[in-house]
């Protein structure tokens, strides 16, 4: 089997959308398809994508669900897709049902769901039933009745097809769907595994006594869905666990047999996502464990905590411990003494792991330490009492490595920290024995490793508590925990390592309440003893009483205040008591909104909307203290906006005070047109660019530019961004998904300098033929410019495209035109514009290799759910026929029937090596696909060609 017979169900094809952008959710009157509210009233679709469709929820006076009706064959696949943009008080969810049981339509009776708490959701479901089913789609408002969601507009894709995972692709290995018929392995390599969602593998290996058994998985990553995980099993009923790995496309799972006789240890690689399916490799291998071969050191045996070796103070070399065999030891410390312990080793030849215990079963852990190569755990008696302790050092049950040798140093000598007598406060070593203060300055305190400090206040109601521990950083570290009660039981803030570590809470129960600060020592600090001052205030808390600004009251979306331009300051937010503005920004005027306050009074979190309803999101910052915004309105009518201004934690005792400073211009940006490959504004909408230069292309930043090309295994890109970077300075990134164009940090290559002309190079190391996309956008949120595109691909070309229908082809007897003057876009790619605006467009995967035979030509934005055929010339003509040009010329071939999907796109399936009548290696041929246009192609023929390919067999 060839990877690419996966690429439908789980490649671009069905995912091309799956992120993408949707319209802005206002609420609008029912779709065409309503009423549609339950199973019953359903409307039948076929596939397909359906857009501008509206979901409404409870919070929109009525719970109002879609429902939609999909015939799947037997053996095929149904995906269905709803894009969507999340925003406050909207979200959907989707569910897939069998339209014959009577649980159609109850949220947990569905065969597929997708209920993701962001944008977009996509479900899939396989008819194994033998016979035609008919499937239910419903969309849904996230919650039903439980959220108040308004409504959501959105698009439904929906993709009907051969089910390429289905049992047809079973691998060798078959029927090992458990553990109990897991299949036996011998060491070596295994390729040309598959496994499927529906249908796991397990396999069994026999592991000698003393043996390593070593599991290496790789497998391609290709689209949503394909990533694996391997669990490793002890044992023959997969039972017991030992290690587990997914995900990255190469993973190691690794057990060692130390019981003393052979073991059968058990596997299975299995799917992450569902449905899913992928191919994969194995290499088994056993061999003895060196770290069980390893001799034993002089303490031997010291392997359990009950069995410790008694150990001196002073140096240790030599020592060795694995994963079987921990060690341990034990010393008597002296009260007022400190043992010390330090343990190293080389890092890199495995990992190691200090434990320090007070009990002879090592559970009360007073310090613990690992991994560094140069260890250290440590504990002071302040018992009064001689005491013995108990250090363990082991390997972790998961490290790759299963041992090492180290080096150990014992050294006990007086505790300089118990020498130190405790403040005057103690004993206030819990919670009970709390010292009560008062507001106000505490020195000369002292802290002990072990021995916390707890203190309480007594807080007016509507006062604030605010506690700070001061101390010098540099002799150690402290950690302040604030609680609302005198038990310990509810912490409220914490503070630690900055040498000033400041809690604060406002009581707000209505009656005055004890509060506890405790004061110890952070984790991971190495603090044995420190000074510290503490300081407490106890005021009334002004964001409860703060004076209102002369917007309010603006508290809630309903009740915005109008905003005029300019600067406004002496603005005022709490958590109870939010404010909302009004921002009208005229047609054509790009506004901007810059937000000042102090963060470290409290961060504001600022929101940004495009209606009055609060209900479809723009842009939300917050935190920084400077949030500047931009919005520019491209529509023919003045467009209101809604700033929302919070509080980041939304709490009754967060307030701040804060600037906004608004302007709005007539956005330069506007005045230029779009280009001819508009709509192109995001990775899921990318226009498709070849081996070419397309001049005169503009990009905004509100409007960024996206592009899909394909690169052939090893082949190298270079795109010449040419550009005025003073009229704009433009950036390129490259992505290998769509979905990661959303992500800033996504991209796998990056041309941004501040120069003219952007230069981005980039080779596919894929090992195979993969899809990019490429961004052109400018750098500067308020920026545009006009540039040309120019991309050139070299390396290992599988195909060149020939045969343009935008009045450039010339075959060697001069410039040819489309028969009836319906050209397509200049420097597209495509052939002759069809009905739809647009010409279609021929593109290969796999080889051009004449024994592998494994050439796939698909076309795309061809007249959807048409016949079409591939044709081959053995010559190159350029001759206008129908409604396109024919370039694939005598003798022609006709090599395979394809049927166009909703989309206008197909691949071949057979061997066009074979029915292309193919003499051998040495020979070029050109294709192209012929389809049907009917009823209203441009020229009146009925049916157009697709641009061209040229394919030289190797």
Not at 99 to 108: H, I, N, T, V
Not at 295 to 313: G, K, L, M, R, Y
Not at 844 to 849: D, I, N, Y
Request: glycine residues 8%; aromatic residues 10%.
């Amino acid at each position: 089997m060839q990877t690419r017979l996966l690429g439908r169900a789980l490649g671009v094809s069905v995912f091309a959308a799956l992120l993408g952008t949707s319209a802005h959710a206002q609420c609008p009157t029912p779709d065409g398809f309503e009423p549609n509210n339950d199973c019953a009233s359903a409307p039948v679709i076929t596939p397909g994508t359906y857009t501008g469709l509206t979901c409404h929820g409870v919070g929109s006076g009525a719970d109002d669900p879609d429902f939609f009706r999909v015939d799947v064959p037997a053996g095929e696949q149904i995906n269905v897709q709803v894009h969507h943009t999340v925003a406050p008080d909207q979200d959907l969810n989707l569910f897939l049902f069998d339209a014959a049981q009577p649980s159609c339509g109850a949220l947990f009776g569905g065969v597929a769901a997708s209920n993701l708490d962001e944008n977009n959701e996509f479900a899939s479901w396989v008819n194994t039933t033998g016979s035609t089913v008919t499937i239910v789609a419903m969309v849904v408002a996230y919650g039903g009745t439980q959220v108040p969601v308004t409504c959501d507009e959105y698009d439904l894709v929906v993709d009907v097809g051969p089910d390429v995972c289905g049992t047809a692709l079973d691998d060798a290995y078959e029927d090992n769907d458990d553990c109990a018929s897991a299949t036996s392995l011998a060491a070596g390599i295994y390729t040309g595994l598959v496994v499927r969602d529906t249908d796991l593998d397990y396999y069994r290996v026999t592991v000698p006594a003393g043996d390593r058994l070593t599991v290496d998985l790789f497998y391609g990553i290709d689209g949503f869905g394909q990533d694996l995980q391997i669990d490793l099993f002890s044992d023959t009923s997969c039972s017991t666990l030992v290690e587990s790995a997914s995900w990255e496309g190469s993973n190691t799972v690794r057990w060692t047999n130390d019981t003393g006789a052979p073991v059968d240890a058990s596997f299975t690689v299995f799917p992450v996502n569902f449905p899913a399916c992928n191919e994969y490799s194995l290499q088994v291998a056993t061999a003895p464990d060196a770290c069980l071969q390893a001799p034993d050191d002089a303490f031997e045996p010291n392997d359990a905590c009950q069995s410790p070796v008694a150990v001196s103070t002073g140096s240790h070399t030599g020592l060795f411990v694995s994963k079987f065999d921990p060690d341990y030891y034990s010393i008597v410390v002296q009260p007022l003494d400190r043992v010390v312990f330090d343990a190293t080793y080389l890092a890199g030849d495995g990992e190691i792991q200090l434990s320090l215990a007070t009990d002879s079963n090592c559970v009360l852990v007073v310090d613990a330490m690992g991994n560094t190569g140069n260890d250290t755990v440590a504990w002071g008696n302040n018992t009064g009492a001689a005491r013995t302790v108990y250090l363990e050092v082991s390997v972790p049950i998961f490290a790759e490595d299963g041992c090492n040798t180290y080096d150990l140093a014992v050294s006990v000598a007086p505790d300089p920290c118990l020498a130190v007598p405790d403040d005057l406060y103690e004993p206030n070593d819990d919670c009970a024995s709390s010292a009560l203060l008062t507001a106000g300055t505490y020195t000369s305190l002292f802290f002990v490793e072990n021995d916390p400090d707890h203190y309480q206040v007594d807080v007016p109601d509507g006062h604030r508590l605010t506690a700070r521990a001061v101390y010098d950083p540099l002799d150690g570290a402290l950690r302040a925990t604030l609680y609302s009660d005198p038990f310990c039981g509810n912490p409220v803030d914490e503070a630690s390592f900055a040498g000033v570590d400041e809690v604060a809470y406002t009581n707000l129960s209505g009656s005055t309440q004890t509060y506890t600060v405790r004061v110890d020592e952070p984790p991971f600090a190495t603090t044995t003893c420190l000074s510290y001052d503490l300081q407490f205030e106890v005021v009334p808390d002004p964001c409860i009483n703060g004076a209102d600004d002369s917007f309010e009251p603006n508290d809630d979306c309903a009740s915005g205040a109008a905003m005029p331009t300019g600067l406004h300051q002496n603005l005022f937010v709490s958590g109870s008591d939010r404010d909302y503005y009004r921002l009208d920004v005229p047609a054509g005027d790009r506004m901007t909104i810059d937000a000042s306050y102090d963060p470290s009074s409290h961060p504001l979190l600022i929101t940004l909307y495009d209606d009055t309803t609060c209900t479809t999101l723009i842009d939300q910052q917050g935190w920084s203290g400077i949030e500047s915004f931009t919005y520019t309105n491209s529509g023919a009518a003045t467009a209101t906006l809604t700033l929302a201004v919070e509080t980041d934690s939304g709490a009754p005792d967060s307030c701040n005070d804060y600037s906004l400073d608004i302007a709005s211009a007539p956005d330069p940006c506007l005045q230029v047109p779009d280009d001819h490959l508009e709509e192109n504004d995001t990775c899921f909408g990318a226009a498709a660019i070849t081996h070419a230069t397309y001049p005169g292309l503009f990009t905004s930043y509100s409007d960024a530019d996206y592009y899909e090309l394909q690169l052939d295994a090893g082949e190298t890109l270079e795109v010449h961004a040419v550009h005025v970077a003073a009229n704009g300075d433009l950036d390129m990134k490259l992505f290998d998904a769509p979905f990661a164009c959303s992500n800033p940090f996504g991209s796998i290559a990056v041309a941004a300098t501040s120069n003219d002309d952007e230069v981005l190079f980039f080779t596919n190391e894929t090992g195979q033929q993969a899809t990019f996309y490429l961004e052109v956008k400018p750098w500067q949120t308020d920026a545009c410019n006009q540039y040309d595109l120019t991309a050139l691909f070299s390396g290992t070309p599988l195909a060149s495209p020939i045969c343009f229908g935008d009045g450039t082809w010339n075959s060697g007897a001069g410039v040819v035109g489309c028969p009836c003057g319906n050209l397509s876009a200049l420097g597209a790619g495509e052939g002759c514009q069809n009905s739809q605006g647009h010409g279609a467009v021929l593109t290969a995967s796999g080889t051009a290799l004449f024994a592998l035979d494994d050439l796939v030509l698909t076309v795309s934005q061809a007249r959807p759910n048409q016949p079409s055929m591939l044709v081959q010339g053995a010559t190159l003509t350029a001759v206008p026929f129908k409604d396109g040009l024919l370039c694939a010329g005598n003798p022609t071939e006709r090599v395979e029937v394809v049927i166009l999907d909703g989309r206008g796109a197909g691949s071949t399936s057979g061997s066009i090596a074979t029915q292309g009548n193919v003499p051998g290696p040495g020979h070029t041929r050109y294709y192209q696909q012929w389809y049907r246009d009917p009823m209203l192609s441009p020229c009146g023929a009925g049916s157009n060609f697709s641009a061209g390919l040229r394919v030289s067999w190797l």
